[in-house]
């Protein structure tokens, strides 16, 4: 299947102008003149891409069809790792997400491959955490586990 | 002479000399990993320095800057994320390079360039910093908005396949640097309920995300085997004695790319708000703009990296013009060396020539030695990044990517949010990137933005009080803005031209 990139680039385009159009307050001249210009210009290309669409097309081959399992697995994986870092603690985020990213994309699955998988993680963590939090004086949240 | 022959000997001291050799590694450490910019690098080793005597605490400053720009080319060729602002456009040629079997090739051609551009930098900063500082003292606001146009016109550089999606590309970045508060007038712009974008978006988190976040996505789409086999699928991986051959070739195959970059870079490097993020992007486009086959650029084409490793050293000595002649830190390095500085008891600017010369001269000439030593020893640690990137199993690479994204983009402002930010570009980044949208003009467009709104504003403000009710004239009447009027149409225009004359060729 193929997608007409164009039309969904110019469309993208359209949605983030709108986005920022529609959070336009009560600023000041100075503080609106750029961003005004910006948005309008932003809009003209994204409907100047939706006409290209229309007359002169580019396609592209569908991604959604690349985006297999183990990809999809790392991109949620990786959601869910900054999303609960916060609330959970950057420690214990960071190392369930990379087990869970190993264990996901490992080729094979047993208690040896687990372990040692549980152990690059913890150690990756722990390195960073240490030098980031001893000799960088840079601390993540600690969240309600650590 | 004879002050220069001091300032040799002084640098060439064997504590300054250990000093340099057991900071350069840490700097490129620091350099490598996405998100700790060579400002954080300097800033922490600064308190250090003031136990020591000024001399060696400023070869020191010299040796982790120019080691910590040095490092960012290794993620942007190994693993297209530039370690740092400046080694953005290393990741255009720099990847595909390392996707052809050809990483140590490319790492060792950036050591060749980076040896001329530290060079001529240096030269520079030596011998022409007092015209040089004058010049940049007469940009006003009006001369900032236009090397920002001049800087957008480098989109079609950039663009990839399609002119009209870089230029939509780069007017979302520009969008997105306009989130936060206003440069002038301080109103809180576009925040969508966060408080956090209060202070704006942070590069380093937009350029992790729009850079490495979808090569880590398709990464894990075939994690089988190690990053080496399924990079360099159909393709030799050379040796290095081989690689440096090459690289020694490829950095001396076009010289005038090699001085061109080098000027690029010590100028922009001069001009206060501006450094390596948009130096590099200019080196390269001058270079694809120069050659006879600008189709091979982005495919893995030597001279683009050449031009932007060049450019960013060069840039490194252009920053310290302004600080060292004039006491103006024109760049976030330059104002943490202002501080060592003045607490050392030397007060930037003319003074430093007359009554501290010895100390100046022989700063400045620590950058010969700490580029030399920098070259040297990331050579070294250049091939060993590769051996330890390469051997690694996908399924541990992915997720040791990702802690370092994360922890990069966490570490710039201590903020969660950024990382947040920074996934989000990742997603689409990706999403961007299959519809046939390059990453370079949406951070270029990040990066500039800033700078245009500042000029523009501010610009207009000024031609208001100099001639009310015609504020805009003002845009079009300054000598050096004329200057760059006429460069940023031939900029704009040179893409229709060598089209037509390629078309006519043909």
Redesign the interface.
Known sequence: MM?N??L???L??LV??A??WF?I?D?????????KV??V??AV??I??IV?SKIKP?Y?ES?IK???K??T???LW??I???S??YVGFFVA?TI??WA??WT???ERNLKTTIL?LA??IG??FV?YYV?TQY?Y????QGFLF | MGIFLDAFINVLAFKNLAAMTLLIPLGMMAGALPGFTATMAVAILVPFTFAMDPVMGLICVSAVYCSAIYGGAFPAILINTPGTPSSIATCFDGYPMTLQGRAQEALFTIAFASLVGGFIGTIGLIAFSLPLAKIALKFGPPEYFWVSIFGLTIIAGLSGDSLLKGVAGGILGLLISTIGIAPVGGDVRFTFGISSFQGGVELISVLIGFFCIPEVFKMARNPVGSYLKNTSVGSTVEGYKEAIFKGFRNAFADVVNLIRSSIIGLFVGILPGAGGNISNLIAYNEVKRASKNPESFGKGNPQGIVATETADKATIMGSFVPLLTLGVPGSPVAAVVYGALMIQGLNPGPELFTKHAEITYTFMTSFFVATALTVLIGMFAGVLFYQIIMRLPIRVLVPGILLLTIVGSYAVRNNFMDVIFMLGSGYLGYVLGKLGFSPGPVVLGLVLGPIAEKGLVQGYLMGNSISPGMPWVIFFTRPISIVLIVISLISALWPFYSARRRRRAA
């Open positions: 997608l990139s164009d969904y680039g110019g993208v385009m983030f102008a986005m920022f959070h307050g600023f000041t001249k100075f503080g609106l003149m750029f961003p910006i948005i210009l932003l290309t994204g100047a891409l290209k580019q592209v991604f690349e985006i297999n183990y990809m697995a790392t991109m990786s959601l790792w900054v999303v870092a916060n960071s997400s990379m990213i190993q994309l490992s080729d998988s690059v993680a990756s963590v960073i980031f960088l840079i601390f993540f949240p």
